[in-house]
């Protein structure tokens, strides 16, 4: 019997050990999960989008849901659906946790806009629009793009946690390799540059594909630190 109990002690303590071998900063590796195509948008008529997923994504965003639903009570996951197209979607929504993320960022004006409502063209005046002076104020908001902070990932968790949100989402392994794509980065991408080379990885090549999108894409190879990470959250990726 006396045996048995040091038995399940030792796995308990064994267990205990290996979740702490790859501790998660849940706010940087949310950051890490989010989209960077033309950098992150931002304007009124979706101040409480957090991310939108395809449904392929099914783990990731229950795994954002299961996450931070605790933390957040204005936290809601809803499908968004084309019935003209069959398009479908789901959104992440929750006006703090999406300020809270924003912080991470820099926000310029984007010289574009988006309407605040559906605008049905042929069935306005035309000539009317052209004379209204105030048209675009009324039914266009302005959209702000986000750049990644500099330095904004401090200690080694959270730039553990915010590569490994960036791999499981846009991440995949080549041979001995690693490699993190997103087209028309602004700033991701650099940034896991900058952090791979910080906790010691090596073979880290930043790499630009001219082409319509962009293709920007940082090639590494992990320590094991960082493998550690990946095979706890791989699961995310299927």
Excluded: W
Aim: hydrophobic share 35%; net charge positive; with cysteine.
């Amino acid at each position: 019997m006396k045996k048995i109990i040091v038995f399940i002690l030792a796995l308990l303590l064994f267990s205990c050990q290996q979740k702490e071998k790859t501790p998660l900063d849940k706010y940087a590796f949310a950051v890490g999960t989010l989209g960077d195509y033309m950098g992150r948008e931002k304007h009124e008529t979706e101040k409480d989008l957090v991310e939108k997923y395809h449904p392929s994504e099914k783990k990731l965003y229950t795994k954002m849901d299961a996450m931070f639903q605790n933390l957040y009570t204005d936290l809601k996951l809803t499908i968004f659906e084309n019935n003209k197209t069959d398009y479908i979607r789901y959104e992440l929504r929750s006006k703090k946790l999406k300020d809270t993320l924003d912080a991470y960022y820099t926000y310029k004006y984007s010289g574009r806009g988006t309407a605040k409502k559906y605008i049905d063209f042929d069935a306005v005046n035309i000539d009317s629009l052209i004379k209204s002076k105030n048209f675009i104020q009324e039914n266009y908001d302005s959209i702000f793009v986000g750049s990644l902070k500099s330095n904004v990932f401090k200690t080694n968790k959270q730039k553990l946690s915010f590569i490994t949100g960036a791999y499981v989402r846009y991440g995949s392994q080549l041979d001995s390799l690693h490699q993190i794509s997103v087209a028309n980065s602004t700033s991701k991408v650099k940034t896991l540059e900058i952090l791979l080379n910080d906790i010691g990885c090596t073979n880290v090549v930043y790499e630009v594909r001219p082409a319509i999108p962009y293709g920007h894409k940082v090639l590494f190879k992990p320590t094991l630190k960082l493998t550690s990470y990946f095979e706890k959250y791989d699961f995310l990726k299927k």
